[in-house]
């Protein structure tokens, strides 16, 4: 079994930063590929970024591409995503999930509880 939480959430001005941290427990983390998600209220839940097992590969979507970054430290168990240039549309739960590294949802086992990001224009 694998935990995952989520933590970094908050209300930020359009145009401000903030970074979320994803801290995985149970079994070998490394072995994951990461992957954050999106959820806005009324909307399906969105790719937002992806990491490999290595951390080498990543992937983002356009909607975030080159504003959000994905990395993760496999001596600490966890994964982050920095989020910068933040806009009032990017507003929604984020949640970090564990499993096969994809942009799907569907790909991953594991699931935080989710933390909100509120950006505020």
């Known amino acids: 079994q694998v935990q995952l939480v989520e933590s970094g959430g908050g209300l930020v001005q359009a145009g401000g930063s903030l970074r979320l941290s994803c801290a995985v427990s149970?079994?070998?983390?490394?072995?994951?590929?990461m992957g954050w998600f999106r959820q806005a209220p009324g909307k399906e839940r969105e790719f937002v970024a992806a990491?490999?097992?290595?951390?080498?590969?990543?992937y983002y979507p356009d909607s975030v591409k080159g504003r959000f970054t994905i990395s993760r430290d496999n001596g600490k168990n966890a994964v982050y995503l920095q989020m910068n240039s933040l806009k009032p549309e990017d507003t929604a739960v984020y949640y970090c999930?564990?499993?096969?590294?994809?942009?799907?949802?569907?790909?991953?086992?594991?699931w935080g509880q989710g933390t909100q990001v509120t950006v505020s224009s």
């Open positions: 149970g079994r070998t983390f490394s072995g994951y590929g």
């Open positions: 990491i490999s097992w290595s951390g080498t590969t990543t």
């Open positions: 999930a564990a499993g096969t590294y994809s942009r799907y949802a569907n790909s991953y086992d594991y």
